[in-house]
């Protein structure tokens, strides 16, 4: 079972930015799309962001499209999220998750690792 671990979340002012890492246990990192979800409080896990195995392919939320870029880097096992313009509404839990194999998709329940997540916080 591989381990994912974000980091890099905290509290920031309305326009700045954060850039989130995950880094993921084992040596099939690059086998695998990624991606992104978050939870505001009171409220369901959605989709942010995901990435193909090689990098190349992305998809990406309406909501954060032209502000946040994913990326990787298969030598570290790690994935990022750099969140840019950052708004009050972005303030979430931040979970980044492994796919059950290459397939990019937007729903939780085709993803079958997740990290424990990272508090972003976006102050008005």
């Known amino acids: 079972q591989v381990q994912l671990v974000e980091s890099g979340g905290g509290l920031v002012q309305a326009g700045g930015s954060l850039r989130l890492s995950c880094a993921a246990s084992?040596?099939?990192?690059?086998?695998?799309?990624m991606g992104w979800f978050r939870q505001a409080p009171g409220k369901e896990r959605d989709f942010v962001t995901n990435?193909?195995?090689?990098?190349?392919?992305?998809t990406y939320a309406d909501s954060v499209k032209g502000r946040f870029t994913i990326s990787r880097d298969n030598a570290k096992n790690t994935v990022y999220l750099e969140m840019n313009s950052l708004k009050p509404e972005d303030t979430a839990v931040y979970y980044c998750?492994?796919?059950?194999?290459?397939?990019?998709?937007?729903?939780?329940?085709?993803?079958?690792?997740w990290g424990q997540g990272t508090q972003v916080t976006v102050s008005s």
């Open positions: 084992g040596r099939t990192f690059s086998s695998y799309a």
């Open positions: 998750a492994r796919s059950q194999g290459i397939r990019r998709s937007r729903y939780q329940y085709d993803y079958d690792s």
């Open positions: 990435i193909s195995p090689t990098g190349g392919a992305t």
